[in-house]
T-cell receptor, first 113, second 114 residues
Framework: SQKIEQNSEALNIQEGKTATLTCNYTNYSPAYLQWYRQDPGRGPVFLLLIRENEKEKRKERLKVTFDTTLKQSLFHITASQPADSATYLCALDIGNSGYALNFGKGTSLLVTP | NAGVMQNPRHLVRRRGQEARLRCSPMKGHSHVYWYRQLPEEGLKFMVYLQKENIIDESGMPKERFSAEFPKEGPSILRIQQVVRGDSAAYFC????????????FGPGTRLTVT
């Protein structure tokens, strides 16, 4: 069956450090992968999209890698700040639809001063 | 530019009742998607609509669930004869014409079936 796995344990890091979150998947062949941020009681907010033919993507303090051989994506936040504390979701395109996404359960990140 | 609006934010229904969830997409967006998040699960795609058309409902349960996006007014997700297992957060997203990957999510409706 299809699975999207993210670290279930919360990640606690100190302000200024780099946070690294992992997304592993099985039985998917996604055309792209996305990362979202979700705050309590709110909907997901899009952060980055990386396509299957891209190895790495950057946006300000965010960096995403995508390894289709390992079926894994890594999401990095450099110089982390307390305002980065949230749940981060990995989402995969289902069946190359281009629009239908399934999400992992997310990893909670807490950045302490 | 207001974001995606969903109402109600919280909805309580007894078993057997009907639930109607509304979604107003962002201004200028012509694509609407509905997702469901069951407790302890990730969001799962349910349905993709354009005005007056259901494009893909492959993620929607075959019975009791229906969705529409009329020419005028919000998109509606309708659940008939709700059961406890329908308790979940339902999220709507919209995207601009021709950019289906770029989805903007609403705050969700939390449905509780008692």
């Amino acid at each position: 069956s299809q699975k999207i796995e993210q670290n279930s344990e919360a990640l606690n890091i100190q302000e200024g450090k780099t946070a690294t979150l992992t997304c592993n998947y099985t039985n998917y062949s996604p055309a792209y992968l996305q990362w979202y941020r979700q705050d309590p009681g709110r909907g997901p907010v899009f952060l980055l999209l990386i396509r299957e033919n891209e190895k790495e993507k950057r946006k300000e303090r965010l960096k995403v890698t995508f390894d289709t051989t390992l079926k894994q994506s890594l999401f990095h936040i450099t110089a982390s700040q307390p305002a980065d504390s949230a749940t981060y979701l990995c989402a995969l395109d289902i069946g190359n639809s281009g629009y239908a996404l399934n999400f992992g359960k997310g990893t909670s990140l807490l950045v302490t001063p | 530019n207001a974001g995606v609006m969903q109402n109600p934010r919280h909805l309580v229904r007894r078993r057997g009742q009907e639930a109607r969830l509304r979604c107003s997409p962002m201004k200028g967006h012509s694509h609407v998607y509905w997702y469901r998040q069951l407790p302890e699960e990730g969001l799962k795609f349910m349905v993709y609509l354009q005005k007056e058309n259901i494009i893909d409902e492959s993620g929607m349960p075959k019975e009791r669930f229906s969705a529409e996006f009329p020419k005028e007014g919000p998109s509606i997700l309708r659940i008939q004869q709700v059961v406890r297992g329908d308790s979940a957060a339902y999220f709507c997203a919209s995207s601009p014409p021709g950019r289906v990957e770029e989805q903007y999510f609403g705050p969700g409706t939390r449905l509780t079936v008692t």
